[in-house]
């Protein structure tokens, strides 16, 4: 599907996340998707679905609790689509200066965070105290490396790599 969307020059990400998440929306599916958040209960998980120079599709597992710092996405556009479980998103705008707050979004499953902007950053949390979440994420690339800031008031930048494992 997603090469599908990429070879017609669809630049429609909202039309795409919808597109996969009605790939997902059915019953064995989700009871798939279940069970492979269980697989991140104890530690946050992030697996390679798939990776080509025009994108990259990765699956994370959140443990209950679980949250990131603010990064970026090395000026990737992205969708990042919950599938089973729930997540909280921080959303800011980075400059060479600062990092700027914009909003925050609570998502449900099915539900979707969608990105162009280069400048576009966020922290992400598992907001269950019990129950682990599933997360799908695509990327206008092959995510090699991205920025953390430390400090969500300044533009203090910390290069970091990317690591999955084998879905």
């Known amino acids: 599907m997603l090469e599908e969307h990429l070879a017609q020059g669809d630049g429609d990400l909202v039309a795409l996340s919808d597109a996969l998440s009605q790939a997902t929306d059915h019953v064995h599916v989700r009871g798939e998707l279940a069970r492979k958040a269980e697989e ?15 994108y990259s599709a990765i699956l994370i597992g959140w443990p209950p609790g679980h949250h990131t710092p603010v990064h970026d996405h090395d000026g990737l556009w992205g969708i990042e689509l919950v599938l089973a479980g729930r997540l909280h998103v921080d959303e800011f705008e980075t400059t060479d200066a600062s990092v700027k707050a914009v909003r925050s979004i609570d998502l449900e499953c ?13 922290a992400c949390s598992n907001p269950s105290a019990s129950s682990p979440a599933l997360s799908l994420h695509i ?8 920025d953390v ?9 910390e290069r970091k790599s990317t690591s999955t494992e084998p879905l």
């Open 149 to 157: 800031f430390p400090g969500a008031d300044t533009a203090t930048r």
């Open 110 to 122: 099915d539900k979707a965070v969608v990105f162009e902007n280069a400048a576009y950053a966020h």
């Open 40 to 54: 991140a209960r104890a530690s946050y998980r992030r697996w390679l679905v798939a990776e080509s120079e025009l």
């Open 139 to 146: 990327y206008g690339g092959a995510l090699l490396a991205y």
